[in-house]
């Protein structure tokens, strides 16, 4: 089975950090665009963070200097470091991937999606 999941959600004060990560099974991801994903209850799912076959990454204006998106082709497909963390990012956050080997910000343009790891963070 192809799979993704996502792991080091948690619960953190606001202005802490927590690095996330997406483990793959069943194939390998290095080929393809990698992107993170938030959702609240009640809202449709946000875009967050992107990053192509080649390494060029891409982030909601919301996390823009808060949020590191990375990837290791051989080890994990994703990774997502967040830091100074707010209220408003509290979400599940999900990881995907997209067979194309560049960037997208539209859900729809994913493949490949893992359940989700809760982010809560508290004022």
């Known amino acids: 089975q192809v799979q993704l999941v996502e792991s080091g959600g948690g619960l953190v004060q606001a202005g802490g950090s927590l690095r996330l990560s997406c483990a793959a099974s069943g194939r390998t991801f290095s080929t393809y665009g990698m992107g993170w994903f938030r959702q609240a209850p009640g809202k449709e799912r946000e875009f967050v963070a992107a990053?192509?076959?080649?390494?060029?990454?891409h982030y909601a204006d919301s996390v823009k200097g808060r949020f590191t998106i990375s990837r290791d082709n051989f080890k994990a497909p994703a990774y997502l470091q967040m830091s100074s963390l707010k209220p408003e990012d509290t979400a599940v956050y999900y990881c995907?991937?997209?067979?194309?080997?560049?960037?997208?910000?539209?859900?729809?343009?994913?493949?490949?999606w893992g359940q989700g790891t809760q982010v809560t963070v508290s004022s």
């Open positions: 990053i192509s076959y080649s390494g060029n990454t």
């Open positions: 995907a991937a997209a067979s194309y080997e560049g960037i997208t910000t539209a859900p729809e343009g994913y493949d490949y």
